[in-house]
């Protein structure tokens, strides 16, 4: 998985007033957890941005005071007018131990589904996944090439080594569905069809 080196420093005090005056000045108040004591520290909105407003996931150097922890972000609060990231809670992970986190999902080919006229939709573009920090992919990679149309392709159908994937098995994750344009084609085809077999009938009586 990629990595993202961050530097927070400990907040002084802890409090709604304290943590507006950081908001104020384009910080963003933080916990980490995960250790005996949680850890109470902000960092600057220009360099968490980055881990925010991308469809990457990352496992995150913190560096608070000059001491590093391998973190993953668990959870942000936005305010609801704004959507600006108003506190974000870190998870302090172990080696040997599993983490959740939500994943990318990736499609690759070209369905065969799309070939006759049918639209690809993604149902789910991240899946939640339960892996030991070493064995966090990147993404979730999804190959479409087989899918016709009306045909999905489940989280079940997901074969994983080192991820257990914690969503409903049988919710569909990207499917091929039926289009004017595919619909048209098929009623077309099956009207040839159907006029083929009338003209056999017909030189035959």
């Not at 983490?99 to 070209?110: A, D, E, L, Q, R």
Request: hydrophobic fraction near 40%; proline fraction near 4%; charge should be neutral.
């Amino acid at each position: 998985m990629r990595t993202f080196e961050l530097e927070g420093k400990i907040r002084e005090n802890v409090g709604k007033k304290d943590a507006k005056r950081l908001r104020a000045a384009n910080q963003v108040p933080c916990v980490l957890y995960g250790l005996e004591e949680n850890i109470h520290f902000y960092v600057d909105f220009e360099v968490v941005r980055k881990l925010i407003y991308t469809p990457h996931v990352y496992l995150i150097n913190l560096n608070l005071d000059g001491k590093t922890y391998q973190s993953v972000m668990q959870d942000i609060q936005y305010h609801p007018v704004t959507d600006a990231p108003l506190h974000i809670d870190f998870l302090k992970t172990s080696d040997d131990k599993p983490v959740k986190v939500n994943i990318p999902v990736v499609t690759s080919g070209f369905a065969k589904g799309i070939r006759a006229g049918g639209r690809l939709q993604v149902e789910m573009r991240r899946l939640w996944v339960s892996a030991l920090p070493k064995d966090l992919p990147n993404e979730i990679k999804i190959d479409v090439t087989n899918l016709g149309i009306g045909d999905s392709y489940r989280v079940s159908d997901i074969e994983t080594d080192t991820l257990k994937i914690l969503n409903v098995k049988s919710v569909p994750v990207v499917r091929v569905m039926i289009t004017r344009a595919s619909r048209s084609a098929s009623g077309a085809a099956t009207a040839d069809g159907d006029a083929a077999a009338e003209g056999e009938e017909s030189s035959e009586e």
